[in-house]
């Protein structure tokens, strides 16, 4: 038993360690050469997009399309419904926690970005890294493989790597399901207060304009708009009483019921729609529809041994598919290691927002006030005019740039791994062996125990920080990616001990009985 888990342990520290060592690779590219870095951050919008549609698609076709049989299709469905019960857990213990005394999170805008990031994992380039790893173990492959004895030591461990990618990518439908329906107008509202708050503080800032030479022409403006505005009204009163039916009292409040039964059927109305664009968003995503087209290759056998059986007549196809998906589990840590550093530095060193549009304006009104000075204007009260109007730029300049370098604090961090990389996990162990040894999970596939229990100890997706710049909040984006930082170096730890407390979970003993000897 002692050595069944040191191996176990042998095996999840490798996997979690070949994870990391592709991040820091990721992350020197990000700082070095300081000049000219290998990674810009220019760069990466388009090495992101490039990795999702030439790579990862090719990889959730081919690994769908060959790993897959249609007998074991039937399943798949306990992973997709585990996968939408850790994404929900994942957000109830973030909420519940966030509300304790020593866990509270002052910001509510900052509360509601960052329980989205901590419920929705990074479960596409870190799992897609750590099974391949796992199953050259033959602790692990000898566990999982549900074939013949006389298999050899290489079917079984492709049998796992295959199986494995296919629940991770089941997983994947599940939570981009989730992120339509709940993680992305979530987010999208949260970036807005936090964008209409920062707006509130510079708007404070902000003096009176003091009065100029056109103070007058304005008022008698405004006094024109006034009296139009008025007759405008009284027209509109008297035709509006005019098509109000005699005998019908205009001042009669609306039936309270029929008040509340129209908002019900409002809201009602509101899910529908917002549940509506979620399936459709996820049917048309490209992910979505290489799974679709992989399982369908799956199950028509000449099609898929024409395509990755060796000797097969379109076996160059399927080669070339399968050559493109392996790399794309690698680029995307690069990729997301390099985001973090970028964006932890754009805090620091990007200018505030909307500053150049301030300095522009004082540019411009500067060199106004100075050609009405050699037209003869009076030159003392332009002069002050643009003394207030420099003043008033730089104040929120200043105001912008205290808005930008706000930072979380420890509390937050401390929340944040807490329910991301301790807690969730930890209750998702605790109902797989209460379901285990309750008999729940007889059925159950082993091999989905472990991947469910390693998606749900994974650090924030990035997806996450880009939605919130892609709306233009980066206020909020900030907020995330600084958080995601410390949380990503903590989950070296913390990955290792959960695969490896998953191992033993969900690895069957010697006479096949389960955990719990069942």
Not at 182 to 190: E, Q
């Amino acid at each position: 038993m002692s050595e069944a888990i040191t191996s176990v342990l042998i095996a999840s520290a490798s996997a979690v360690a070949k994870v990391f060592v592709i991040g820091a690779i990721g992350y020197v590219s990000a700082i070095r050469p300081k000049a000219a870095p290998i990674l810009p951050a220019s760069a990466m919008n388009a090495i992101s997009k490039m990795n999702f549609n030439l790579l990862i698609i090719p990889l959730v076709y081919s690994a769908l399309a060959s790993g897959v049989t249609p007998s074991a299709l039937g399943s798949l469905w306990v992973v997709l419904v585990s996968g939408i019960g850790v994404i929900c857990l994942s957000y109830a213990v973030a909420s519940l926690l966030g509300k304790l005394p020593f866990f509270r999170v002052d910001d509510r805008t900052d509360f509601d970005a960052l329980r989205i990031a901590a419920a929705f994992p990074n479960i596409v380039a870190l799992p897609i890294l750590i099974f391949p790893t796992l199953c050259e173990f033959p602790v692990v492959y000898n566990a999982f493989y549900e074939g013949g004895n006389e298999s050899t030591d290489g079917e079984k461990y492709k049998s796992c790597v295959d199986e494995s990618n296919a629940m991770i990518f089941v997983y994947f439908f599940a939570w981009n399901l989730l992120y339509w329906i709940i993680g992305y107008p979530t987010l999208v509202a949260a970036g807005k207060k936090r964008q209409m708050k920062n707006d509130a503080t510079l708007s404070a800032t902000e003096p009176h304009n003091p009065p100029s030479d056109t103070t007058f022409d304005n008022e008698e403006l405004q006094v024109k708009i006034d009296i139009e505005g008025d007759n405008q009204e009284r027209q509109s009163n008297n035709s509006t009483a005019a098509s109000v039916p005699e005998g019908i009292d205009e001042n009669v409040v609306p039936d309270e019921d029929a008040q509340n039964e129209s908002e019900a059927r409002r809201r009602l109305k509101g899910i529908m729609t917002l549940f509506t664009n979620a399936i459709i968003q996820t049917l048309k995503s490209p992910g979505f529809v290489a799974m679709v087209l992989g399982v369908i290759t799956a199950c028509i056998p000449p099609l898929r041994d024409a395509l990755f059986s060796t000797g097969g007549p379109l076996r160059f196809l399927g080669s070339a598919l399968e050559s493109l998906g392996r790399a794309g589990a690698s680029v995307g840590t690069l990729v997301v290691a390099a985001s973090l550093v970028h964006q932890a530095n754009a805090v620091e060193n990007s200018p505030a927002q909307g500053a150049d549009t301030e300095v522009g304006a004082l540019n411009v009104s500067t060199s106004n006030n100075e050609h009405s000075t050699s037209m003869g204007s009076a030159t003392g009260l332009r002069e002050s005019m643009r003394r207030r109007r420099s003043s008033l730029s730089q104040l929120s300049i200043r105001v912008m740039h205290a808005i930008k370098k706000r930072k979380p604090t420890l509390r937050m961090h401390f929340w944040f791994c807490i329910s991301r990389l301790i807690v969730t996990p930890a209750i998702v162990c605790l109902l797989i062996i209460a379901g285990d040894c309750g008999g729940i999970l007889n059925g159950f596939p082993n091999l989905a125990k472990l991947v469910v229990i390693v998606n749900s100890c994974l650090p924030g997706a990035q997806l996450i920080v880009l939605t919130l710049k892609s709306r233009g909040l980066s206020e909020s984006a900030s907020i995330v990616a600084q958080v995601y930082l410390p949380s990503y170096l903590f989950s070296v730890v913390t990955i290792a001990a959960w695969t490896s407390l998953g191992l033993i979970i969900s690895t069957p003993n010697e006479d096949g009985s389960s955990f719990c000897n069942r």
